[in-house]
Nanobody, 124 residues
C-alpha cells in the first residue's frame, strides 16, 4: 500500500486546514490508520488514530479541535483541523497499521506504511 498525504499549508492561528491521505496499491479497509506529526527537533508524535471499525482517538493537545475520518470506498483518510495554534506547526504524516499488530497505536514503529509528510505552518 502506498500512502500520499496532501493539503498542508500556511495559516494564521485560529484558522483551519484539512489534510488528505490517499492510498493506492491496495485497500485500506482492514488497516488502522493514523496521523502523526513531527516538529523540528522533536520526535514524531501521534495526532489521531482511526481503527478499521471507525473507533477514533486523539492526542490530548488536539482533542476537540481535530477530527479524523476515513472513507474505505475511496481509499481515503481525512484530518480536519480547526482552531489551529502555532504549536501545531509540524510535518504531518499519514500511516497504516496492520490490525493484528499489538504494538501500541501511539508508537510509529507499529505502522507498516507511511506517506510522505505534508508541512503545516501556523503563524501567530
Amino acid at each position: 500500500v502506498q500512502l500520499q498525504a496532501s493539503g498542508g499549508g500556511s495559516v494564521q492561528a485560529g484558522g483551519s486546514l484539512s489534510l488528505s491521505c490517499t492510498a493506492s496499491g491496495g485497500t485500506i479497509s482492514t488497516y488502522s490508520l493514523a496521523w502523526f506529526r513531527q516538529a523540528p527537533g522533536n520526535q514524531r508524535e501521534l495526532v489521531a488514530t482511526i481503527t478499521n471499525r471507525d473507533s477514533t482517538d486523539y492526542a490530548a493537545s488536539v482533542k476537540g479541535r481535530f477530527t479524523i475520518s476515513r472513507d474505505n470506498a475511496k481509499n481515503f483518510m481525512l484530518l480536519q483541523m480547526s482552531s489551529l495554534k502555532p504549536e501545531d506547526t509540524a510535518v504531518y504524516f499519514c500511516a497504516a497499521k496492520y490490525p493484528n499488530n499489538d504494538v501500541s497505536s501511539s508508537l510509529p514503529s507499529g505502522y507498516a506504511y507511511w506517506g510522505r509528510g505534508t508541512q503545516v505552518t501556523v503563524s501567530s
